[in-house]
């Protein structure tokens, strides 16, 4: 595979999972900590309280993330999730009140072989 296709914006992929699970009671509140800790240690980062993102080099690793989420589905509650091309993550529009924000940075992939 060459560097191009390793790196293309059409290739790396971002997936978001977006979700809004019950926290009125002890045992509610406790599996929705328990699902974002799972999507945290899966190496995904809040991007705001309910939706967190995940860069993948590819979409078939993309793929195997998402399987990981819907594993880890909890009972109750809603769960989104996305895939979007680096390219189309790229276009987004971020503001803090009417200040405009800079996406998040890439994270840097490392290749074994």
Same mark, same amino acid.
């Given at each position: @595979?060459? !560097?191009?296709? =390793?790196?293309?914006?059409?290739?790396? @992929?971002?997936?978001?999972?977006?979700? !809004?699970?019950?926290?009125?009671?002890?045992?509610? =509140?406790?599996?929705?900590?328990? %699902?974002?800790?799972?999507?945290?240690?899966? *190496?995904?980062? @809040? %991007?705001?309280?309910? #939706?967190? $993102? =995940?860069?993948? /080099?590819?979409?078939?690793?993309?793929? $195997?993330?998402?399987?990981?989420?819907?594993?880890?589905? /909890?009972? @109750?509650?809603?769960? *989104? #999730?996305?895939?979007?091309? !680096?390219?189309?993550? *790229?276009?987004?529009?971020?503001?803090? *009140?009417?200040?405009?924000?800079?996406? /998040? =940075? $890439? /994270?840097?992939?490392?290749?074994? %072989?």
């Amino acid at each position: @595979m060459s !560097d191009h296709q =390793r790196l293309s914006q059409y290739r790396a @992929m971002w997936v978001l999972v977006f979700f !809004d699970l019950p926290t009125e009671t002890k045992v509610q =509140r406790h599996v929705a900590t328990q %699902f974002r800790k799972t999507l945290v240690q899966d *190496g995904f980062n @809040m %991007f705001q309280f309910s #939706i967190y $993102v =995940r860069h993948c /080099p590819s979409a078939e690793n993309a793929e $195997v993330h998402i399987r990981r989420v819907k594993n880890s589905l /909890p009972k @109750m509650g809603h769960v *989104g #999730i996305l895939s979007v091309t !680096d390219r189309q993550f *790229g276009t987004m529009e971020l503001f803090w *009140g009417k200040k405009e924000e800079e996406l /998040p =940075r $890439v /994270p840097q992939q490392l290749e074994l %072989f």
